[in-house]
């Protein structure tokens, strides 16, 4: 737990519903003050912003696609002149699903754009002021469809398995500075992303017969963002109830 007279910054990107949101609240419970990036839905933004302000954090409201250089260096570029944020968490991230013969171009760029892109151009920036101070934690939500593959989700699944081996060897060139890079793999979790799956059907194939909470993805950042997690770098940790092992 931070001391809440001195706070320091955790940087959400794709967080203004779903697990986003709920890795903001969590951190912000933790102590940290958030910064809270999102595309478009202004209206979830701001509620997520109210809420953790009435509990007693700051929360800055950043709106840009992080798959927009020049968007991201406007938005964040006069920020990190004046601070480092302690942790960021790439959550942005979007399905476009169809089989791959019926896949076109747009949606493959689209999906790894936001997904890898995205992650490039946020991480770029803040993890050289990360360096300057020699300390800093990088949480990268992946998928179990990154892990195992998923039919009709060619352009998800690569991806996913992209921005995990871009975890593991930015974690390799970052170590010796004291910044710990690691992934967060949620499986099936109760969001808007899930809403319209056959429930009963997925459910019956997942161990522990349910879909995950937002929270319980949460809790496994706020972990790795915490100092009962010093040592663990490179690590993808499933959140997935026992459907892929």
């Known amino acids: 737990m931070l001391s809440i007279d001195n706070p320091q910054i955790a940087l959400v990107t794709g967080a203004s519903k779903g697990i986003g949101a709920a890795i903001a609240f969590t951190l912000a419970r933790d102590g940290f003050d958030i910064w809270l990036n999102y595309r478009n839905d202004h209206e979830g933004s701001s509620a997520v912003k109210k809420e953790i302000e009435e509990n007693g954090r700051k929360c800055l409201l950043l709106?840009?696609?992080?798959?927009?250089?020049?968007?991201?260096?406007?938005?964040?570029?006069?920020?990190?002149?004046?601070?480092?944020?302690?942790v960021l968490v790439n959550n942005a991230g979007f399905r476009k699903d169809a089989i791959m013969a019926m896949m076109n171009k747009e949606e493959w760029e689209g999906v790894l754009s936001v997904s890898l892109n995205g992650f490039f151009l946020v991480t770029k920036l803040v993890v050289i002021n990360m360096l300057r101070k020699r300390k800093g934690r990088i949480i990268n939500i992946v998928s179990t469809s990154g892990q195992s593959g998923m039919a009709g989700q060619v352009n998800y699944s690569a991806a996913k398995a992209g921005l995990i081996g871009a975890t593991k060897a930015l974690a390799a060139e970052v170590a010796k500075r004291n910044i710990l890079v690691n992934a967060v793999s949620p499986g099936f979790i109760?969001?808007?992303?899930?809403?319209?799956?056959?429930?009963?059907?997925v459910t019956a194939t997942i161990p522990l017969g349910r879909f995950g909470r937002a929270s319980e993805v949460a809790d496994v950042v706020s972990f790795l963002a915490s100092d009962k997690a010093t040592y663990i770098t490179g690590q993808v940790i499933a959140v997935n109830g026992g459907i892929y092992m």
């Open 190 to 201: 109760e969001t808007e992303m899930t809403r319209d799956l056959p429930k009963e059907q």
């Open 63 to 86: 709106p840009f696609d992080v798959s927009d250089n020049e968007a991201v260096k406007a938005s964040l570029t006069p920020l990190l002149e004046e601070a480092t944020p302690y």
